[in-house]
């Protein structure tokens, strides 16, 4: 749902125990969230009916934290945003047991499938398996979509109260058009949900449901649930979409549904066996990094915010309850201020508090920020980084990938530097990867054994080429590893032979490299934790 206006959440702060800015911060990351990631300042301001002035001092703040870049006139959401996502679809854990059967089930039916779980009177989805073709049919992860317009929400709709029901008459009341729900297009004129209910006792019936063009014209789907093996009631529900020039909603039941059944049988004997979570070790010295952004930015820096904002990070893999101490002390603030911040997000809807006194988080933390971002790419995530190397090294920078057959580069993102005399390789050009620094250095990631110079080359966690291509250029290129260690991609500077010496390469330029690389692997790690992001 919308966050509310700058007056409203002010009144709730009166009232209760909310933290103001906190309320605040996350109306600006829903905004910029249902806006597609990106909105001037101005738009912001429009956007959540609050001053000028705050909005600057909010998103300079989720500057510092990295949620979000400060891009001339734009406030754009950055990848850091997903953490509080990432957290909870890691406490969930249902994508790390579900996700390799659903893409397994994408491949052999040739269609996308998805992941949803319930959220009020809503679904959201936590896993997607897409298929790329030119007509595709998919929501990101992270989507909100109204119950009834929808295959999953019969199935969790036969789990629900008299409040629940209440709570979705008024709301279909108040908002005929769906215009609450950015993912999916408006209704013109409303539509009569009359045949609702009935729906859901059919669903409850015959243990699966159909989604007949319902979101719109063209879009078919039908949903099984998963249910947990503890309660028996539905952990989340599998789907598989189409549309109508593939499959009918008949042929969906009498083709897909049986194999969709098939699925959803071993997805359930995968949350019977899985072994206990892991917990790791939460995230520590966020207390202290706010207080010294604090010291370092003064009053631009909302510390309040910045605290709130890391709280929902303390949860994760085995740690899907936590008690108010023990948020505390993952996140190292005092617990009067812990206990604020669990109380406005509880406000927001992104926390639920349990009778044995512990928290957990709400599907309704995806709203922040993670729908827009889960379906970026890596030359996207890399594109503010290389501008921001070639202009402190003047000299251009690019991003490549390895063709399939491995003989050769294909450029996927670049950033220019500002000389009469300058390398520029349009994007999508393909030169020899034996060649050039970008080739050898993912080449030396391929198995061994590697022939002597690639050896070298893997060793020194670099390449250097020399004149080799063009007479005159020289450049040096690094690694980009994703989270499972492997090189997705390869970063390089290149440069005029008259400008640096090799040793001014590795000296003043291969130092740059690295920390580009490095920040680039560090949003390419957040962005596909839960997300498969394409190299190209």
Known sequence: MPAKTALDADARVEAGEAVGPLLRGVGVLRRLTEAGGTLSPSALERATGLARSTVDRITATLARMDYVRLDGRDVILAPRAMEPGNAYLAALRLPALLGAHAEALADELDESVSLAVADLDGIRFIHQATRRRAMSVSFRIGDLLPAERTAPGPLFATEWTEPDWTRWRARRAADPTDSTFPAVPPRQPPADDSTFPARVERARRDGWAVDDQLIEPGLVAVSVPVRHPDTGRPACVASVVSHTSRHSATDLRTTLLPRLRTAVTAME?????????DPGPPPAGLATWTTASKHELGRDFVESLARGLTVPTAFGEGRSALSLSEVARATGLARATARRALLTHEQLGLVRAHPDRTFALTPRVL?????????????????????????????PTALAVLTPDGTEVQYTAGAGASRVLTVHITVGARLPAAQTSLGRVLLADTTSPLPPPLAEVRAQGYALVDEELESGLRSIAVPLRNRSGRAAAALNVATHAARRTLE???????????????????????????????AS
């Open 269 to 277: 004997s995968a949350l019977r066996t899985a072994p206990p979570p």
């Open 367 to 395: 709203d922040l920020g993670f729908p827009p971002l889960s379906r970026t790419t890596l030359p996207r995530l890399a594109e503010p980084h290389l501008r921001l190397l070639a202009d402190r090294l003047h000299e």
């Open 504 to 534: 001014d390469c590795v000296q003043e330029i291969l130092p740059a490299l690295r920390t580009t690389a490095a920040h680039i692997e560090s949003d390419l790690h957040t962005a596909s934790r839960f997300t498969h992001i394409p």
